[in-house]
């Protein structure tokens, strides 16, 4: 595996190459990232990782300066692997030369809502980091995580509009035996915080299992979530049942006519927020 830390390193390795797969991280790897490293491998040769704490979308009070930098242990694990050909890891030199004043601003209806509402500017500091990733590497596929479900969808909008020519594949969440999904930020959990954190996907796996039992009140079963949660101890930012086209809020009618949908969950834990989702 090729270890590169500028954009003219990392163009010289991919010259000529028409079918990169990429795969963008901010390091700290686990099951999860790994598994989407190989689905890359599945379909385009070779495979591009990249490894940037990306400021921008980060807001004030969050965990910039704490967020897990495990370069090292990172590339222990890809090398073990074997499914990437060139890690790009930068650094913030690298990336913003110069004040980064053109941003890209996904629309409030998807990027304001849920995790935008609770994280102002986080969208906009992912789609500015991503399209300069993309137009880095010039993939013809990017592989992109489920447990971020908005962020997925975010990007997919962006690609769509610019006219990107590379694909969005999305890979399932991958989880611990007990149900949590892997996530860097879990390492932050002590000892009971992490034998409470399935709870999170036990709540959403209740509102699944009432949405196929038939109910049809979105709001009560988002409410009687969220206070279960919140009697476990759990700072709830929001559990909320969305359309999976559009992650807007479902109509009577989208109940009644099975319309596709998906619960979305955020929640304090602690010190550390957790964020999870399922298609129903």
């Not at 700290?28 to 040769?45: S, V």
């Not at 975010?154 to 990107?164: N, P, T, Y």
């Not at 020519?165 to 149900?179: C, N, W, Y």
């Not at 390492?187 to 959403?204: D, I, Q």
Request: proline share 5%; charged share 25%.
């Amino acid at each position: 595996m090729k270890v590169v830390h500028t954009i003219q390193e990392l163009r010289d390795h991919l010259r000529g190459q028409n079918r990169v797969s990429f795969v963008p991280t901010m390091g700290n790897l686990h099951e999860g990232h790994l598994a989407l490293m190989k689905l890359a491998r599945q379909h385009g040769d070779p495979v591009v990782a990249s490894i940037f704490v990306n400021r921008l979308q980060f807001g004030p009070n969050e965990d910039f300066d704490r967020y897990p930098r495990t370069l090292q242990d990172d590339i222990e694990k890809m090398e073990r692997q074997r499914d990437v050909y060139v890690l790009f890891a930068p650094d913030e030199r690298e990336m913003y030369p110069e004040p980064q004043n053109y941003r890209v601003q996904p629309p409030d209806d998807l990027g304001g809502i849920l995790e935008g509402e609770f994280r102002p500017g986080f969208f906009g500091g992912v789609c500015t980091v991503v399209l300069k990733l993309l137009s880095c590497v010039q993939p013809r596929v990017a592989v992109f995580g489920k447990k971020d479900y908005q962020q997925l969808m975010v990007v997919r909008s962006m690609c769509r509009q610019f006219q990107l020519p590379v694909d969005i594949l999305a890979h399932e969440t991958v989880r611990a035996e007990d149900g949590l999904a892997l996530s860097s930020r879990n390492r932050y959990l002590g000892a009971a915080e992490r034998a409470e954190a399935p709870a999170l996907y036990a709540a959403l796996q209740a509102i699944r299992d009432r949405v196929r039992g038939g109910a049809q009140d979105a709001a009560a079963l988002e409410a009687e979530a969220a206070r279960g949660l919140a009697e476990r101890g759990w700072q709830v930012d929001y559990v909320s049942v969305r359309r999976q086209r559009d992650l807007q809020a479902p109509t009577a009618a989208d109940m009644q006519a099975g319309e596709p949908l998906v619960a979305l969950g955020a929640a304090k834990l602690g010190a550390t927020r957790l964020i999870d989702n399922l298609e129903l």
